[in-house]
């Protein structure tokens, strides 16, 4: 079984730039999450898709993050304008549903210089 | 919100020493997960143990639901054990999966 696929792995960007990063899920998981984990502290959810509809988003700030998963099964996650604070790794996982646990891809580790 | 603490928030072993990480929640959990994140920053699922207790090789996790922890147990250490250890739980009613302070343990050769 193919795990979850996250891309890129490394991004640099400059603050005020925008940047975008994109997560394949298990295949059959319905539930995709994205994940934002800071240097030195665990991860903390930014959004939650049941299919292509968001159940939990209250984390995530809607003035400068976005995200969408077209069709049920991919996703993508935006910043624009990035902030120096949005350095860290975004972490994307699925799960078959929700009572049961979730798998991670490898991440994508972000610096906004 | 629930609160989840996980003790102690560093430990140093010599390679094959035993040891036990705890994770404490504030509120009922219906679903709890330990993870492993290695050195190169990756997740890596050990136990889903939403209660009673499981093992897998040389580690073995107990949840007891109802006291509000779960314990991490790992027997004959190996430096391929270091990294951050996390509980992350999810509680009924909730969809959302919070994750602990961890445990960033290093075993030493």
């Known amino acids: 079984e193919a795990g979850v696929a996250q891309s890129p792995r490394y991004k640099i960007i400059e603050k005020r730039q925008s940047v975008a990063f994109w997560c394949n899920p298990i295949?059959?998981?319905?539930?995709l999450y994205w994940y934002q984990q800071i240097l030195g502290q665990g991860p903390k959810l930014l959004i939650q898709?049941?299919?292509?509809?968001?159940?939990?988003d209250s984390q995530l700030p809607k003035d400068r993050f976005s995200a969408e998963r077209l069709k049920g099964v991919d996703s993508t996650l935006k910043i624009q304008p990035a902030k120096l604070e949005d350095s860290a790794v975004y972490l994307c996982?699925?799960?078959?549903?929700?009572?049961?646990?979730?798998?991670f891809g490898n991440g994508t580790r972000l610096t906004v210089t | 919100g629930i609160q989840v603490e996980q003790s102690p928030p560093d430990l140093i072993l010599q390679e094959g020493a035993n040891s036990t990480l705890r994770c404490n929640f504030s509120?009922?959990?219906?679903?709890l997960q330990w993870f492993h994140q290695n050195p190169w920053g990756q997740l890596i699922n050990l136990f889903y143990?939403?209660?009673g207790t499981k093992q897998n090789g040389r580690l073995s996790a107990t949840t007891v639901a109802t006291e509000r922890y779960s314990l991490l147990y790992i027997s004959s250490s190996q430096t391929t054990d270091s990294g951050v250890y996390f509980c992350?739980?999810?509680?009924?009613?909730?969809?959302?999966?919070?994750f602990g302070t961890g445990t960033r343990l290093k075993v030493l050769a």
């Open positions: 996982a699925s799960s078959w549903g929700r009572p049961s646990p979730l798998h």
């Open positions: 295949s059959g998981h319905a539930t």
């Open positions: 898709f049941q299919n292509n509809g968001v159940v939990d």
């Open positions: 509120d009922s959990v219906n679903n």
């Open positions: 143990i939403p209660s």
């Open positions: 992350a739980v999810k509680t009924s009613g909730t969809y959302k999966y919070i």
